[in-house]
């Protein structure tokens, strides 16, 4: 079941430019992650962010977190060419949960 | 450099085979997570294990089956290949986090299979 939707679907910027990429879930969440996938690889894990939390950074990636509007938001500043990849979240939800669940992923591409 | 690894980077199978993908990860993770991956579907969760010999179904168990007898590998099997399983498949391990909720995930490069 597909508890995160990215929006939007696709992304196409210039180098340079901020990318913004918004994930809405359904149901409460012990954490939302993050994560790149490039072109027929696996997804590489970007960033965590727990539900007390409400804004995480990693070098250029900034993260926040609306656990009443049950969203998240990825931004990435400054893009470059080799940011070009699809994004996804997931959320891990209940107690102990082993598992997380994925949406469809932001399809994004940088422009040299 | 903590590693997952899939046996197989491409795989071509005929209907009616038995195909077994082997992920083996060296993190000591308890985790561990086989997923497919299509176009427009997204990832869907086969199976996952969080200990030897355990195994849990997630999504879409239907078709498939899974092996850990080792905490370093979870293995895939197609009882009987059937064309639409034709997908990318992503083995994937994790620690747990303390306080409730999943650590990162390690994917595996993906093993895309196609049953002709």
């Keep these: ?72 938001s990825l931004l990435i500043t400054a893009s470059r060419a080799a940011d070009t990849a699809s994004y996804f979240c997931a959320t891990a939800s209940g107690a102990g949960s082993y598992q997380l669940t994925f949406g469809k992923g932001t399809k994004l591409s940088v422009i040299p | 450099d903590v590693k997952v690894t899939q046996s197989s980077r491409y795989l ?57 007898e080792k905490k370093e590998r979870f293995s895939l099997i197609l009882e009987s290949a059937s064309t639409n399983q034709t997908s990318m498949y992503l083995c994937a391990s994790s620690p747990p986090l303390s306080g409730g909720g999943l650590g990162g995930y390690t994917f595996g490069s993906g093993t895309r299979l196609t049953v002709v």
């Design chain 1, 1 to 72: 079941s597909q508890q995160g939707e990215e929006d939007p679907q696709a992304l196409s910027i210039q180098e340079g430019e901020n990318a913004t990429m918004n994930c809405s879930y359904k149901t409460s969440i012990n954490n939302l992650q993050w994560y790149r996938q490039n072109s027929g690889r696996g997804l590489v894990h970007l960033i965590l962010i727990r539900s007390n939390e409400r804004e995480k950074h990693s070098g250029r990636l900034r993260v926040t977190l609306d656990t009443s509007k049950k969203s998240s």
């Design chain 2, 12 to 68: 071509v199978k005929r209907t009616g085979e038995k195909v077994f993908l082997e992920c083996v990860q060296d993190m000591d993770h308890e985790n561990m997570f086989w997923y497919r991956q299509d176009p427009g579907l997204g990832l869907r969760l086969i199976y996952f294990s969080y200990d030897v010999k355990m195994k849990e179904k997630g999504d879409i168990p239907e078709g498939y089956s899974v092996s850990r």
